[in-house]
């Protein structure tokens, strides 16, 4: 069945994509050189659709589509673009297995999965594989530009249905395991829990900031400080460890 877009929301409200940052979000405030998005789908017409809505925007320029993942393999080692916008299934290879390779040939690239899969073990397997967004094709068009912009700008993105599911994926993971630690995690402060637990939720920086009542630059600054200490490289990959280290409990 072909994906299509959900109908339109509202792209202000808060809780239609957790943690969604905005072009004013941006430490740079400006970007000299626009997003460059490579769009794969396996069906054209969603493709099309998509590069008509993101034509729009002035900061982000569609440079390519792919209709699986080998061909978006292929075009993202000659095109290498800032951020891959991709279903996770489609003919000859899906978006999933496609990711690891992407990294691969295009280390830089920013992997976004837009699917209509409610599935967790595909949100699961997505973020394993190295996916940096997970979302819905539910969302409104103009959340799109505005999670691709996000992502750029080094936040994760995951929609709020679906990072519920995530949380209880590994509360059960947890649960299921009575393995010990063998090297101790490494010690967090008690703001920098705070922090991590509000990530978890799928707040964004501004979000969280309020929430603490501190600046969103020190908000920033202490999820650079955890991703440090922990040795990882994106806020959903501190999340996934402190679950699985017990450094988090979901109640």
């Not at 959340?143 to 249905?161: F, H, K, L, N, W």
């Not at 929430?211 to 922990?230: A, D, G």
Request: charged share 30%; hydrophobic share 40%.
């Amino acid at each position: 069945m072909a994906d299509t877009f959900g109908p339109m929301r509202d792209a202000n409200d808060p809780d239609e994509i957790a943690g969604a940052g905005t072009g004013a979000d941006m430490d740079s405030g400006f970007r000299k050189e626009p997003i460059r998005v490579l769009v794969v789908d396996d069906h054209a017409l969603f493709r099309r659709g998509l590069e008509i809505v993101l034509a729009q925007e002035e900061d982000i320029q569609v440079v390519g589509e792919a209709g699986d993942g080998s061909e978006a393999v292929d075009k993202a080692a000659d095109l290498l673009p800032d951020i891959v916008l991709m279903d996770v299934r489609m003919p000859k290879r899906g978006g999933i297995e496609a990711c690891t390779s992407i990294k691969e040939v295009a280390p830089s690239a920013k992997i976004i999965m837009l699917t209509i899969s409610d599935e967790e073990a595909d949100l699961y397997d997505a973020i394993k594989a190295g996916a940096t967004g997970y979302l819905l094709k539910e969302i409104s068009t103009d959340e799109v530009a505005t999670a691709i912009r996000a992502v750029a700008d080094g936040q994760s993105q995951i929609s709020p249905s679906m990072a519920s599911k995530l949380l209880t994926e590994f509360k059960s993971m947890i649960q299921r395991t009575d393995e010990r630690r063998l090297v101790p995690a490494p010690r967090l402060t008690d703001r920098e829990l705070e922090v991590l637990k509000l990530v978890a939720t799928g707040m964004n920086n501004r979000d969280i900031a309020k929430e603490l009542f501190i600046s969103e630059n020190t908000v920033k600054n202490h999820v650079r400080n955890i991703l440090e200490k922990l040795q990882l490289h994106s806020r959903m990959e501190a999340v996934v460890y402190a679950m699985r280290e017990k450094i988090l409990e979901i109640r």
